[in-house]
């Protein structure tokens, strides 16, 4: 079956730096369209970077110019590296793989991994 792992998350003070890592298993990496949401209690899950099968990479605005996420195909991998982070920043990330299909759209997440930034 299809899994997605998130590591990377911890605590770290305004300012610092933290790299997500999301390990895919169970299928096809380099077909799916990867991306990372966050969600803190009592709100939405929100869009924060995503890139394409193709490479293709979009961000919220809030995180333009901090963050970054690539992937690696050959390690069925894909990252955000965070920087310069902001006690706003403070969320559970999640990741996200999907892929449309003739039946509709594989859609799938991960359990997802705490950030907290604080002083």
């Known amino acids: 079956q299809v899994q997605l792992v998130e590591s990377g998350g911890g605590s770290v003070q305004p300012g610092g730096s933290l790299r997500l890592s999301c390990a895919a298993s169970?299928?096809?990496?380099?077909?799916?369209?990867m991306g990372w949401y966050r969600q803190t209690p009592g709100k939405q899950r929100e869009l924060v970077a995503a890139?394409?099968?193709?490479?293709?990479?979009n961000y919220e605005d809030s995180v333009k110019g901090r963050f970054s996420i690539s992937r690696d195909n050959a390690k069925n991998t894909v990252y955000l590296q965070m920087n310069s982070l902001k006690p706003e920043d403070t969320a559970l990330y999640y990741c996200?793989?999907?892929?449309?299909?003739?039946?509709?759209?594989?859609?799938?997440w991960g359990q997802g991994t705490q950030v907290t930034v604080s002083s």
């Open positions: 890139i394409t099968a193709g490479g293709t990479t």
């Open positions: 169970g299928m096809v990496f380099a077909t799916y369209a």
């Open positions: 996200n793989a999907e892929r449309p299909a003739m039946y509709g759209t594989s859609r799938f």
